[in-house]
């Protein structure tokens, strides 16, 4: 039996959905499959006499940025049982394990060791020779500067793309792997093309330090829909360990017929392993251990025998369609598509998950809503066309019966005629507008026939999604003034939108904006005056032309204008001479229920021990800030961005529309520091007039802030709104602060700036 080649039509279109479905065709007699066929990456493996070897493909040393020295990383993998294991320093090839004392530690593991959080033998490397201790290393190395990528088998040490990279392993005769996909946000085409493209590109990292990105299957399984049956990607759990708490909770078990580097490297190629994820380590309960799958080819069931497991689940486009340690595909033939993956679920939380195994069908379908270019396509005002393309892969005719349905609506029932292998039909489906993104799919049944048993029913389903051509929101900056942020979601041309906003029905803007590619617009909305002290919703509808999908939606945004604090104006002569005006307090932090955190109230002595007076205006450009703090004790030995470990004040400004600006004022053993940890304006300390001053008679400390409203993104203007918050902290001894007073929650102890107090700048 000869296999196809599956029919891969590439759509680069960001509204694209493309099913595939394809066939295994019988050599010599020429007689059509009469079953579902399945690709078995197992096929191969004598379970009686295979090897079952423990493997890391994603390690760190202090040849970058771990914490252990190589041969300390060898030998706690040994000790757990690894017998197969790439060292993958990033962008630094840390091979051979014979030549380790010939490596130097990186920059930073020498800077750790200066910081005291390294000891110095952590840098003195020993070498180690794998077959005396019975391992099997990996030249390897994790390149860094693009999507992270596994490079084993080459001393290659990267570039700054990711294709350079790709090409330049190729060229070296090595093997890649993408690692911990869910950390970047790429698209399913972008993966789906570099696969395609690099047939040395084997693999996938699913499970990566546990289960730190627990949307790298859902990427998986999407990758999968569109390259299986003709294209695997082989799926691997990797402990990225850079600590040794990092160290054990995720492995491949590598299924050999011969403990060598040539093994392994056939096996990382065929798929020969399935991979474990154990949040408890090697302690009990153990993981899922396989020791046999079997494909029954003649009645289409697949049958794993294992230990350790409570439940199986399989797994087809992401999907669960059955459990059991048994599948019988033909059952399901209507809910599977182009490949299934068994996921084996163990005691609290553990997992073991197979390869996937590729489906093959006579007959390879797509439906798709866009174009090439990604051009939404009309029949008539009131409905999209779905295309439907049906291809012959089988080695003679086959007349399926076609139904399409979005829920029990039924659209198309025809029959189709494909007579000769290779045969093309295409027709279409109308779609009405009213169902994209309303939730229910479109499904295509095909009946393939009575010949075709209990294989006979398949399914196609078309999620009925389409991406907006724009992002909109709405963002409340002053009480008359909202800013409509116009963000374009497509890549290939601009877009010409036309903007109507209202608010409880009484009309606020009519505008009409063009967004370029990925680019944004903003437009400011005016708000009357009624809406003062008032809760309501500010309605913003957008039209574009019909050819990027729905020609308009409608996009809601709150407008809460109650409960905002008035900041006070006062004369602008104080702060530009650099003298600060005298402010009258506005909080007093005073009781035991403003000192955090809640076991801290203890140890509180009242209000001479630790205690503020808080006041804040606005000059007209500036914010101004007093904080007068009761303390019988100041201390603060730190610099930098750790001065919030002492005495000091710590504020938080939050406007609506921009980036909040955190700062840290301390009276330091080397004098005043301003520290910014984040805002808009990098040059704000700068331009930042600050003091503090200590009164030893008194007790009293005086932290004092005049921030320019413009650095801040704030309108220096009336009605201009924005949310602040401040903290205090305590610290008596110099070993660092031990609580703090707040004018809020959210910002020591936890970041939540929904919860800091809003103000309005007041006439």
Same mark, same amino acid.
């Given at each position: ?70 041969? =300390? ?58 077959? =005396? ?171 794993? =025998? ?137 499904? $295509? ?24 051509? /724009? ?5 409340? /900056? ?34 009409? /904006? ?150 840290? $004022? ?42 320019? $409203? ?54």
């Amino acid at each position: 039996m000869t296999t196809s080649k599956p029919c891969r039509m590439r759509m680069f279109a960001s509204l694209l959905m493309l099913l595939t479905i394809t066939a295994l065709v019988l050599g010599g007699c020429g007689a059509p499959q009469r079953s579902i066929a399945i690709s078995d990456p197992y096929a191969a493996i004598d379970w009686q006499t295979t090897g079952r070897y423990k493997a890391n493909f994603h390690t760190h040393t202090t040849a970058s940025d771990g914490s252990m020295n190589p041969h =300390e990383v060898i030998d706690r993998y040994k000790a757990q049982g690894h017998r197969i294991l790439a060292l993958t320093d990033h962008n630094h090839v840390t091979y051979p394990w014979q030549g380790l004392t010939d490596l130097s530690p990186s920059d930073r593991a020498v800077g750790e060791l200066e910081a005291g959080g390294l000891q110095s033998k952590d840098l003195v490397y020993e070498n180690r020779i794998p077959l =005396e201790i019975g391992m099997i290393a990996i030249q390897g190395n994790e390149l860094s500067s693009h999507h992270h990528t596994g490079s084993f088998f080459t001393d290659h040490n990267g570039t700054n793309t990711e294709i350079a990279s790709l090409q330049a392993i190729g060229a070296k005769g090595g093997l890649a792997m993408l690692y911990h996909p869910g950390r970047y946000g790429r698209s399913t085409n972008w993966y789906v093309d570099l696969y395609e493209q690099y047939p040395h590109l084997i693999g996938l990292e699913v499970y990566n330090q546990g289960n730190r990105y627990p949307d790298d299957r859902l990427i998986w399984d999407k990758i999968l829909t569109r390259l299986m049956p003709g294209r695997p990607v082989w799926g691997y759990s990797n402990d990225d360990m850079h600590a040794r708490s990092h160290l054990g909770r995720n492995w491949s078990i590598m299924l050999l017929p011969e403990f060598s580097e040539q093994w392994v490297r056939r096996g990382l190629e065929q798929g020969r392993s399935y991979f474990v994820y154990s949040p408890h380590r090697e302690k009990e309960p153990m993981p899922p251990v396989i020791h046999s799958i079997e494909v029954d080819h003649g009645r289409s069931v697949i049958t794993i =025998e294992a230990d350790n497991w409570e439940t199986i689940e399989w797994v087809s486009e992401g999907q669960i369609f059955h459990r059991g340690s048994s599948v019988d595909l033909a059952r399901y033939s209507d809910q599977i598509g182009s490949y299934v993956r068994a996921k084996l679920r163990g005691a609290e939380g553990t997992i073991a998950g197979t390869q996937p195994f590729g489906i093959h069908r006579p007959i390879a379908a797509t439906i798709s809503l866009t174009d090439d270019d990604g051009m939404a396509e009309y029949i008539d005002d009131q409905h999209l066309r779905a295309r439907v393309q049906l291809r012959n892969l089988s080695a003679g005719a086959v007349s399926p019966q076609i139904e399409a349905r979005i829920g029990q609506e039924q659209f198309i029932s025809q029959a189709v005629s494909l007579q000769q292998p290779g045969d093309v039909t295409t027709f279409d489906v109308p779609v009405p507008v009213e169902a994209i993104n309303a939730g229910q799919p479109l499904d $295509l049944h095909i009946d393939l026939g009575a010949e075709y048993g209990r294989s006979r029913r398949m399914r196609l389903r078309l999620p009925l999604r389409m991406a907006l051509p /724009v992002r909109v929101s709405s963002q409340v /900056v002053a009480t008359d003034l909202a800013v409509i942020s116009v963000v374009s979601q497509v890549e290939q041309r601009p877009v010409t939108v036309h903007l109507t906003a209202a608010v409880e029905g009484q009309s606020l803007l009519r505008e009409t /904006v063009t967004v370029a590619p990925g680019e944004q617009v903003q437009v400011q909305c005016p708000l009357p005056a009624s809406l003062l002290g008032q809760e309501s919703e500010l309605q913003v509808v957008a039209k574009w032309d019909r050819s990027f999908g729905l020609p308009e939606a409608t996009f809601s945004s709150a407008i809460d204008l109650k409960n905002l604090a008035p900041v006070a104006k006062v004369a602008a002569d104080g702060a530009a001479g650099g003298i600060f005006p005298t402010l009258k307090p506005v909080v007093m932090l005073d009781s035991a229920e403003d000192v955090f955190p809640v076991g801290a109230r203890d140890d509180w002595q009242g209000p001479a021990d630790s205690s503020a007076a808080i006041a804040w205006a606005w000059d007209g450009q500036n914010l101004l800030l007093t904080a007068t703090v009761r303390d019988d004790k100041h201390f603060n030995t730190r610099s930098g961005a750790g001065i919030w470990n002492g005495d000091a004040a710590q504020l938080a400004i939050n406007p609506p529309a921009e980036t909040m600006t955190t700062l840290g $004022l301390a009276l330091t053993a080397e004098g005043v520091e301003l520290h910014r940890w984040g805002g808009p304006d990098a040059e704000l300390q700068q331009k930042a007039q600050h003091s503090v001053t200590r009164n030893e008679a008194e007790a009293t400390t005086i932290y004092q802030l005049s921030l320019p $409203l413009a650095s801040l993104g704030i309108r220096p203007e009336p009605g201009a709104i924005f949310s602040f918050n401040i903290v205090l902290f305590d610290d008596d001894t110099g070993s660092g602060q031990k609580g703090w007073l707040q004018l809020a929650p959210g910002l020591a102890g936890g970041r939540n700036p929904s919860l800091y107090p809003r103000f309005v700048l007041a006439r």
